[in-house]
């Protein structure tokens, strides 16, 4: 059973390109998270999604960066005109469905996708 | 504003001693989780505690909830260079829907 899998693990971008990441979540798992990490800064939450949902996205900043997780395929990070504050470790996290009121389920990380704004 | 603060934020010993590190907040959190992080890679879940005052022993590493929830310790006996990394504590916030990060403690243990 693979893990959460994110490609590419490093991205250069150039200032006001687009940046895409991806994520696949584990085999079974309905509920994907993603996270920014920057050095000494912690994890960041930014978005919560279940198949064709956002359901928090409280964490994302209000302009350029959108998330999608659709039906069919990985969930999709996209930045639009990155800037250099955006170079970050971007981590995607899965678990699976949660069962009536469990809020303990675990979360399982993906090795992240390293963006570096050039 | 849920909140976990993680101390000492870096570390540093030789092989063989013992440790602990302590995530805090002022909120109580229904579980809180334990990830070990290295260089590169992605967060890795250690053990997740659920009940207050609950104890739960991973080989060396021992991990106890304080009674309240709002607490959790991490303590390393006779560490190895292989337990070098950061150790993130997290908690889910009140709508269930995010895992909340402490910045981590960074160990490094040399031989």
């Known amino acids: 059973n693979a893990g959460v899998m994110q490609n590419p693990r490093h991205l250069v971008r150039r200032r006001g390109q687009e940046a895409r990441l991806r994520c696949s979540p584990m085999?079974?798992?309905?509920?994907v998270y993603w996270y920014r990490q920057l050095p000494e800064e912690g994890l960041k939450f930014m978005v919560y999604?279940?198949?064709?949902?956002?359901?928090?996205e409280s964490g994302m900043p209000k302009e350029r960066f959108s998330a999608e997780f659709p039906k069919e395929g990985p969930s999709i990070l996209r930045i639009q005109q990155v800037v250099r504050g955006d170079s970050a470790a971007y981590f995607c996290?899965?678990?699976?469905?949660?069962?009536?009121?469990?809020?303990?389920?675990?979360?399982?990380f993906g090795q992240g996708t390293r963006l570096t704004v050039v | 504003t849920q909140l976990l603060e993680q101390s000492p934020q870096f570390l540093s010993i030789q092989e063989g001693e013992n440790l602990t590190v302590y995530c805090n907040s002022s909120?109580?959190?229904?579980?809180l989780q334990w990830y070990r992080q290295e260089p590169g890679e992605g967060p890795v879940l250690l053990v997740t505690?659920?009940?207050?005052?609950e104890v739960k022993k991973l080989k060396r590493l021992t991990f106890q909830f304080g009674d309240a929830r709002k607490d959790s310790s991490l303590h390393i006996t006779a560490a190895q260079t292989g337990d070098t990394g950061l150790y993130l504590c997290?908690?889910?916030?009140?709508?269930?829907?995010?895992?909340?990060f402490g910045k981590g403690t960074t160990l490094s243990v040399s031989s």
């Open positions: 996290a899965s678990s699976p469905t949660r069962q009536g009121n469990n809020l303990n389920t675990e979360a399982f």
């Open positions: 997290a908690g889910r916030n009140q709508a269930g829907t995010a895992l909340i």
């Open positions: 909120s109580v959190f229904s579980s």
């Open positions: 999604l279940q198949k064709e949902n956002i359901i928090d």
């Open positions: 085999k079974g798992h309905s509920h």
């Open positions: 505690v659920v009940t207050g005052g």
